[in-house]
Every structure is written in structure tokens, then in C-alpha cells.
């Protein structure tokens, strides 16, 4: 599974841009443009770009696995929320930018939740969706108005926006949904929670705990959303390849979960 590190940003053609221009905007290279997004036979004419259609552009030069999206005029933070199967305060929450979650300004580069994946030789949307838990309709919804990505063939070195697991005050940013994880794997997000108090725990497939339910902290409490970071130590081993980190709150009058999150995982073999 071929995760792609780095940031990537995500621009909606507009009438007169090229490849060349984007590449010098974004602090990318043409090659790279062109082939994370298919600008070639039999999706585009060579370099081609047509008004409406969306890119993935990834920076030459970036330490985060960040993704953010520009703007355009009439945008909503419903629609993006919806188009990118995120909880709309939550958007709004991580992104400090946006000072009004009523009004964005075009042009404006917000974070969104998610991850870019590689497709390899022999991919579908549907093994990548299995492996991932994200499901296929999601998938092609954050991926609208991108002609070399369908349902029915993608093609090896294409870059896939995936959203990532969330709930209306929690989102994971690490462990990554499909990826292998193993002892002292780095727990990563956003929270707005309770007192800071972020809870989690890890189940295989077998529903064998892994790791008993053990809590971490924000860096700042309710109400505002704030960053979260934890190892996930592991109390027995795995029996099953397949798991599910779980990510959730407590409620302080009952004690139930709230907010559950759920990201798939997989265990090293």
C-alpha cells in the first residue's frame, strides 16, 4: 500500500491554467503533476486541462502529511463537508484560518482530512476500499471531477484522495486507515473534548483486545479542537492480521462512548 507522504494541494482548474503555472504556484514539478493525475491518453491530451476538473498537486518540498484544499468562489463549508465526508465543525474547528465558518474566502487554503494514495499494478477502487474501510462511494466523492479515477479502472501511479475517519469532535490523523501498525505506533489528531481527554483502544478481528482502553490529552481543552498524540502500547498480541482502532470520548454524566472513531488497521504478519 503506497501511502504518499508529503503535502499535497488540492486546485480546481480555472480558465488559462496550465500545468507549467500550477507547478510554479505550488512549488511542484510538471512530471509530478501530470502523473498523479493522469494528464495523458486516453484520460486528457497531453497537459490538457479543462475548466472544473480537480488536480492533486504535490509540493516538491514538504515534511507533513498534509492535504489542503483552495477555495474556490461560492464554496460552503457544508459542501465541503459533505464532498469530503468530514463533520463541518469539525473543518471549520482544525482550520484556523477560517475566521467565519459562514464565509471563505476564494483562494483560501484550508486542511483537510485525509490522505493521498498511490494506486499500484492491479488496484481497484474495491480492494483499496477493503483494505482502507473507506467505503468506494466515499472515495468517488472526494474524487469528483477527476477523469482518470472511476469505478471501473484506475490506473497504477494515480493519486487518490481518501478521507480519513471522523466524528463530529474527534479526528485520527495516525494511524492511517489500511496501514500495518505494531507496538508503540504513534496515535495523531484532532479532539474537542471533555476536559482534553481523548480514550482509545485497539481490537483485532478476532475481537481479541490489544490494548486496553487507555487515554490520552489534548493540548488544550473544550472548547476549542486541539491536537492529540499518544504511542499505542500493546497489552497482548495480535491473533487475527485485521484490527480496528477505536477512538472515542466519555460522557461525563454516564460514562458512555461518544464521538467513536474508527480507523482500520492491520497488524505486521
Same mark, same amino acid.
Not at 110 to 132: H, K, M, W
Not at 216 to 221: F, K, L, M
Not at 230 to 249: K, N
Given at each position: 500500500?503506497?501511502? &504518499?507522504?508529503?503535502?499535497? #494541494?488540492?486546485?480546481?482548474?480555472?480558465?488559462?491554467?496550465? =500545468?507549467? /503555472?500550477?507547478?510554479?504556484?505550488?512549488?511542484?514539478?510538471?512530471?509530478?503533476? =501530470?502523473?498523479?493525475?493522469?494528464? /495523458?491518453? *486516453?484520460?486528457?491530451?497531453?497537459?490538457?486541462?479543462?475548466?472544473?476538473?480537480?488536480?492533486?498537486?504535490?509540493?516538491?518540498?514538504?515534511?507533513?502529511?498534509?492535504?489542503?484544499?483552495?477555495?474556490? /468562489?461560492?464554496?460552503?463549508?457544508?459542501?465541503?463537508?459533505?464532498?469530503?465526508?468530514?463533520?463541518?465543525?469539525?473543518?471549520?474547528?482544525?482550520?484556523?484560518?477560517?475566521?467565519?465558518?459562514?464565509?471563505?474566502?476564494?483562494?483560501?487554503?484550508?486542511?483537510?482530512?485525509?490522505?493521498? /494514495?498511490?494506486?499500484? &499494478?492491479?488496484?481497484?477502487?474495491?480492494?483499496?476500499?477493503?483494505? !482502507?474501510? #473507506? *467505503?468506494?462511494?466515499? #472515495?468517488?466523492?472526494?474524487?469528483?471531477?477527476?477523469?482518470?479515477?472511476?469505478?471501473?479502472?484506475?490506473?497504477?501511479?494515480?493519486?487518490?484522495?481518501?478521507?480519513?475517519?471522523?466524528?463530529?469532535?474527534?479526528?485520527?490523523?495516525?494511524?492511517?486507515?489500511? !496501514?500495518?501498525?505494531?507496538?508503540?505506533?504513534?496515535?495523531?489528531?484532532?479532539?474537542?473534548?471533555?476536559?482534553?481527554?481523548?480514550?482509545? &483502544?485497539?481490537?483485532?478481528?478476532?475481537?481479541?483486545? =490489544?490494548?486496553?482502553?487507555?487515554? !490520552?490529552?489534548?493540548?488544550?481543552?473544550?472548547?476549542?479542537?486541539?491536537?492529540?498524540?499518544?504511542?499505542?502500547?500493546?497489552?497482548?498480541?495480535? !491473533?487475527?492480521?485485521?484490527?480496528?482502532?477505536?477512538?472515542?470520548?466519555?460522557?461525563?454524566?454516564?460514562?458512555?462512548?461518544?464521538?467513536?472513531?474508527? =480507523?482500520?488497521?492491520?497488524?505486521?504478519?
Amino acid at each position: 500500500m503506497t501511502i &504518499r507522504r508529503g503535502t499535497h #494541494i488540492i486546485h480546481t482548474v480555472r480558465p488559462g491554467d496550465s =500545468v507549467f /503555472y500550477l507547478a510554479q504556484r505550488y512549488d511542484s514539478e510538471i512530471d509530478a503533476i =501530470v502523473e498523479a493525475n493522469g494528464l /495523458y491518453p *486516453p484520460f486528457n491530451e497531453l497537459y490538457m486541462l479543462e475548466p472544473g476538473q480537480v488536480l492533486v498537486i504535490p509540493k516538491t518540498i514538504a515534511t507533513e502529511i498534509e492535504n489542503y484544499y483552495v477555495v474556490q /468562489y461560492g464554496d460552503t463549508i457544508g459542501q465541503l463537508a459533505n464532498r469530503f465526508n468530514v463533520e463541518p465543525e469539525l473543518l471549520s474547528g482544525i482550520n484556523r484560518t477560517i475566521h467565519n465558518p459562514d464565509y471563505l474566502d476564494a483562494n483560501q487554503q484550508i486542511l483537510l482530512p485525509s490522505f493521498i /494514495y498511490e494506486v499500484e &499494478r492491479g488496484d481497484t477502487l474495491a480492494n483499496i476500499s477493503q483494505r !482502507t474501510g #473507506i *467505503p468506494i462511494e466515499t #472515495i468517488l466523492r472526494a474524487n469528483f471531477n477527476r477523469p482518470a479515477i472511476s469505478e471501473d479502472v484506475i490506473y497504477e501511479g494515480i493519486q487518490i484522495i481518501i478521507p480519513l475517519p471522523n466524528s463530529e469532535n474527534i479526528v485520527v490523523l495516525l494511524p492511517l486507515p489500511g !496501514t500495518e501498525i505494531h507496538d508503540g505506533a504513534t496515535l495523531e489528531g484532532f479532539a474537542r473534548t471533555f476536559e482534553g481527554n481523548v480514550l482509545y &483502544r485497539l481490537v483485532d478481528a478476532n475481537n481479541t483486545v =490489544v490494548t486496553e482502553e487507555s487515554f !490520552t490529552t489534548t493540548r488544550y481543552g473544550a472548547p476549542s479542537y486541539s491536537q492529540f498524540l499518544d504511542q499505542i502500547e500493546f497489552d497482548r498480541e495480535p !491473533t487475527s492480521p485485521l484490527g480496528e482502532l477505536q477512538v472515542y470520548s466519555r460522557s461525563a454524566q454516564d460514562g458512555s462512548i461518544q464521538d467513536l472513531v474508527q =480507523v482500520r488497521v492491520w497488524f505486521n504478519s
